[in-house]
């Protein structure tokens, strides 16, 4: 008996193709990471980018949990998903959305950060939620949103998923004005060039081909 038809289908992988147990490790890990780093924002009272940081603007205007409004401002872009990318990657995006939307809320109840520097929570921070968006990004995956639409448009034109977010992140961190002081954004800012910068000079569609 080989050592392939030794172990469960589930637990078979290969050089260009994740096991299930691949799959949902690196969703757990992913979104667990990307947990890490918006609470290391959220302490030191920060924004960010993307549909994140749509949910972190409704979280500060109204005081809901981050959890809930990052599940709530996800949901018109699952469509998106399903046609351009399939179900499996639509699938696999809402487990970690709905991952990262629940363990958001836990975080804020089990971690206590009594203070996070806002300099060192947008480094910390952004770095720490790229590399949860890499793991999820290797297994066709996503946090949704804008991670959706840039992976797209990176699959079809070519265009560095990383750039991409980037410009949109800016626009929604101009929104930010109408929450946070200047410094608060400046430092907000950082954080998203960190995370984006990150994605763009570590995620390649030519430099990792598993399915």
Known sequence: ?????????????????????????????????????????????????????????MHY???????????????PFYYLAFKRLGLAFTLKTFAAIALTSALSDFAARAIDLSHI???????????????????LFRHRASLGGIGILALYL???FGWRAGFVQLGFDGVILALSFFVASPFIIACSVLGAVVLNLTLAINHRKDRYIAM
């Open 154 to 156: 990176q699959d079809r």
């Open 117 to 135: 520097d806002p300099i060192a929570g947008a480094l910390f921070g952004g770095l720490v939620i790229a590399n949860g968006m890499l793991a």
């Open 1 to 57: 008996m080989s050592v392939k038809t030794a172990f469960p289908n589930w637990l078979n992988s290969s050089a260009d193709r994740h096991s299930l147990f691949d799959d949902v490790q690196g969703i757990f890990a992913g979104s667990m990471l990307a947990v890490l780093g918006v609470t290391l924002l959220s302490g030191a009272g920060l924004l960010t980018g993307g549909t994140a940081g749509l949910a972190f603007l």
């Open 61 to 75: 205007a109204t005081g809901w949990g981050f959890g809930l409004c990052f599940f709530a401002v996800n949901l």
